[in-house]
């Protein structure tokens, strides 16, 4: 059998945790909170960098203060013209202003399960 049988349990446990009110609850963080230092050594091989490039799937490629990372939407001089004109379209509707108008039944919907306890 293949996966992280310490990690699914610690999830079933952490689940089983929060039902008990008060102190369940405080130990579901707890053990939460372990799982995500676990989960974010298991990403980054336990290595940390004050600078580095992330690209998923591959581990972490540290680079020096002194190394020069250039990033953009046209450094190839083409072939990105469309991420352009839609990045000036979204800067134009930002700068125009407006009013937003929101449909009542999904807003509260979303409210409702953002502030359940079922997700």
């Known amino acids: 059998m293949k996966?992280?049988?310490?990690?699914?349990?610690?999830?079933?446990?952490?689940?089983?945790?929060?039902?008990?009110?008060?102190?369940?609850?405080?130990?579901?963080?707890?053990?939460?909170?372990?799982?995500?230092?676990?989960?974010?050594?298991?990403a980054t091989g336990g290595?940390?960098?004050a600078d580095f490039i992330s690209r998923p799937g591959q581990p972490i490629q540290k680079f020096r203060a002194d190394d020069v990372i250039v990033g953009g939407t046209n450094l190839g001089g083409g072939g990105s013209k469309n991420v352009e004109a839609l990045l000036q379209r979204i800067l134009i509707a930002i700068e125009k202003g407006g009013d937003v108008?929101?449909?009542?039944?999904k807003v509260g919907k979303s409210l409702a399960l953002a502030t359940s306890n079922m997700g």
Request: charged share 15%; no cysteine.
């Open 3 to 42: 996966g992280d049988l310490t990690g699914a349990a610690l999830e079933f446990a952490s689940g089983a945790a929060s039902t008990i009110p008060g102190l369940g609850t405080a130990a579901s963080v707890a053990i939460d909170a372990g799982l995500a230092v676990k989960d974010y050594k298991g």
């Open 47 to 49: 290595d940390t960098a």
């Open 101 to 105: 108008f929101m449909d009542g039944n």
